[in-house]
């Protein structure tokens, strides 16, 4: 390591790796600290926009990107019952001139893997629950629930909406149910392409409801998330079991083309939880802590950015201390003055989406649909989900900003 500052990072999901991954690369030492005993991903894919593949790209896992994600041909927006095209922005061969860079699915554990390619394991530690924080002017000090403590220059909290960490530090409040639910299931596929689902990114909008499908592991798999509105509270656990019977009761009437592919869905392997959100925070950090990924600024779904966002944080931040020869005060004021406005935006923006995807009455639809179908006449590479902005941003050049 070529400097004295040590980091520590509580939470090894896909933002504390990552950060892990871009302070190993800028040789700043840390220590990662996991609270489940082994890494693992639910089986799930996630959406890395060019956005996110940008700073992939700078933590040098472009390889591992190519070898296990999956390149649709384009973005589509679907009637719920006709399987109309309400928009078709092309993506595969012309992502990378309109924003700069791919656009991969890929599954959620085969990015973690990636990103743990090459880290140092004997700076992770696993099985070790954080409690809180506390600090000092020249340090802070994470407690865990084993009775240990590891003290740091700077503590970063990658724990997720429910942070331990910004518990201690800003206090329990409570993420709020949105009242929507969402089921995830993934499809194991024997001869790639199903002929029911073609290699997209596909949107299919219903009233009050949205189902999103693509294909992962090279295209093995299909992978499924479906949102519905629903008046009940349903508990927040990626690991809540459900069933493919519920998931085809709750999309009676839906395109055949769903119901087969929901159909495939394997026994005990159709989850679903509720969907919880805070609203933007005005600062992330406080002395020698800070947030990251969810801890700061869990997002609703509804754009695909929750994960991508916090490989955007993960980036900037470490290229932050570098640049600031790790002056923690300097680096995070920089950090939030690059990153908070963006996020902030994002998630208020995800929230929008979700009305938008599950508009029911007749004139609302037209509306939309009209809107689509003009933007897409005006410019061919058109966002049908309007996300042009999200996708050109580069993290890369964040240092060219800092000081502006």
């Not at 090894?12 to 082994?38: H, K, T």
């Not at 940008?54 to 190519?66: I, S």
């Not at 002929?195 to 189902?211: E, L, Q, T």
């Not at 966002?383 to 060219?400: F, K, L, M, N």
């Amino acid at each position: 390591m070529t400097t004295t500052l040590r980091i520590g990072i509580i939470g090894g999901g896909i933002g504390g790796i990552a950060l892990a991954r871009a302070l190993q690369r800028q040789g700043i030492d840390f220590r990662l600290f996991e609270r489940s005993s082994a890494f693992s991903e639910i089986g799930a894919g996630v959406q890395m926009t060019p956005n996110a593949v940008k700073a992939l790209k700078a933590l040098g896992v472009e390889d591992g990107l190519r070898q296990t994600g999956f390149l649709p041909e384009a973005m589509v927006g679907r009637n719920w019952q006709t399987a109309e095209e309400l928009f078709r922005t092309p993506l595969k061969g012309t992502s990378v001139n309109a924003y700069g860079a791919e656009f991969f699915h890929i599954h959620r554990s085969d990015l973690h893997a990636i990103l743990c390619d090459g880290l140092d394991s004997n700076l992770v530690t696993l099985g070790t629950q954080c409690t809180g924080v506390a600090q000092t002017d020249s340090s802070a000090i994470a407690f865990f629930e084993d009775g240990s403590t590891f003290e740091a220059d700077l503590i970063v909290a990658a724990d997720g909406i429910h942070s331990a960490v910004r518990k201690s530090i800003w206090g329990d409040e409570k993420p709020l149910f949105t009242g929507h639910m969402c089921w995830r299931a993934l499809v194991p596929v024997a001869q790639h392409p199903l002929p029911f689902v073609n290699p997209d990114a596909a949107f299919w909008m219903g009233p009050k409801a949205h189902v999103v499908t693509y294909y992962v592991k090279g295209g093995a798999a299909v992978n499924i998330v479906a949102v519905a509105e629903t008046n009940e509270w349903v508990k927040e656990s990626w690991t809540e079991r459900s069933s493919t019977e519920d998931l085809l009761d709750a999309y009676q009437g839906w395109h055949p083309d769903l119901t087969k592919l929901f159909s495939c869905t394997e026994p005990g392997q159709t989850y679903k939880w509720g969907l919880f959100d805070r609203d933007p925070m005005a600062r992330w950090s406080e002395g020698r802590v800070t947030l990251l990924g969810d801890a700061a600024h869990p997002m609703l779904p509804f754009l695909s950015q929750g994960a991508a966002m916090a490989i955007e944080d993960s980036y900037v931040l470490a290229q932050a201390l570098k640049h600031y020869d790790c002056d923690v005060k300097l680096a995070l004021q920089a950090y939030e003055k690059e990153r908070q406005p963006r996020t902030s935006q994002i998630q208020l923006q995800a929230r929008e989406r979700g009305k938008t995807y599950h508009l029911s009455s007749a004139e609302d639809l037209r509306k939309r649909d009209q809107a689509y179908k003009e933007a897409q006449a005006k410019n061919s590479n058109a966002v049908g989900i309007r996300a042009e902005w999200i996708y050109e941003y580069d993290a890369t050049s964040c240092r060219e900003r800092f000081e502006s």
